[in-house]
């Protein structure tokens, strides 16, 4: 006669229920690896060093015609502060960002070309017919457009007076003659640059 096996009676007792798990649940327990956590990649703050390749990268696109402030909105670049600090530190980065405002003047130039070649937007007024019997231009439109060319001008005039600027100021007199200087646009950088800086020390 057989003997049962005692340790199947400790495993199964009176009033326990044996549910077998599926072969999918278990397929999934034996495949199922722990999942890799993602790394974050840690977050840097803005460049505070001064480097030549971001110093390039600035004169670069202010060349091109974009401001400082969009420039500094991107991601790996220095804020404006740091950036003054730098010109007011590096005489080379100031010739450089200087050369590069002047180049500007240019971009500006070629801007107002650009928008004065522009077709207006104009409204065609026509009889019952349908025939086109007057065309107006949206005085919007024409108002808007100057506003755009008269802001580049006055700018590329302040950036290279002596290409683009209509007057030269006088200065002195010196043996009876008057001395005629041109307020450059490194000049006039450099003033609103230590300005600012100055501000920013004391606190106003």
Known sequence: MATKNPKHKAKIQEGDTFQP???TESFEKLTDSPKKEEKQKPKTGRPTIFTQHIANVICMRIAEGESLREIVKTEGMPDRTTVYDWLLRDEAFANQYARAREEQADTLADEILAI???NPEVDYIRDKHGNVVDIKIDSGYVSYQKQRIDTRKWVAMKLKPKKYGDRMAVEGVEGGAAIKTEET????LFDLIRNMEMTKRTGG
Do not use: I, K, R, V
Request: glycine share 10%; charged share 30%; no cysteine.
């Open 116 to 118: 004065a070649d522009e």
């Open 21 to 23: 798990e599926s072969f």
């Open 185 to 188: 646009g490194h000049n006039m």
